[in-house]
Nanobody, 122 residues
Framework: DVQLQAFGGGLVQAGGSLRLSCTAS????????IGWFRQAPGLDPEGVSC????????YYQDSVKGRFTISSDNAKNTVYLQLNSLKPEDTAVYYC???????????????WGQGTQVTVSS
């Protein structure tokens, strides 16, 4: 069974917006933290944001603070990442991942979605 599925990527101009979604299945949603990572060509994956759906705690990397917003709809087992004021350097494949708690270390995450491509043109 697919545990996590990411959607919502696309091609946008700089300054534009996208909303990514990550739908979880096969486990109890509020027992896990859901993180977003991204990987640009030639670079290692980096953590972007994380949320603990059980209590709504959120975390952001400095590079996206004030521009990205993570949220959860627990009834839908879905986490969203709203991407605003997009910059070309945000271009990457975005992955959602599930762990027992929020972490910036990707090796700690137990489950991964397939990724969705975000491309920001200048």
């Amino acid at each position: 069974d697919v545990q996590l599925q990411a959607f919502g990527g696309g091609l946008v101009q700089a300054g534009g917006s996208l909303r990514l979604s990550c739908t979880a299945s096969g486990f109890t949603f509020d027992d896990y933290a859901i993180g977003w990572f991204r990987q640009a060509p030639g670079l290692d994956p980096e953590g972007v944001s994380c949320i603990t759906p059980s209590d709504g705690s959120t975390y952001y990397q400095d590079s996206v603070k004030g521009r990205f917003t993570i949220s959860s709809d627990n009834a839908k087992n879905t986490v969203y990442l709203q991407l605003n004021s997009l910059k070309p350097e945000d271009t990457a494949v975005y992955y959602c991942a599930a762990d027992q708690g929020c972490s910036w270390f990707r090796y700690e995450y137990d489950y991964w979605g397939q990724g969705t491509q975000v491309t920001v043109s200048s």
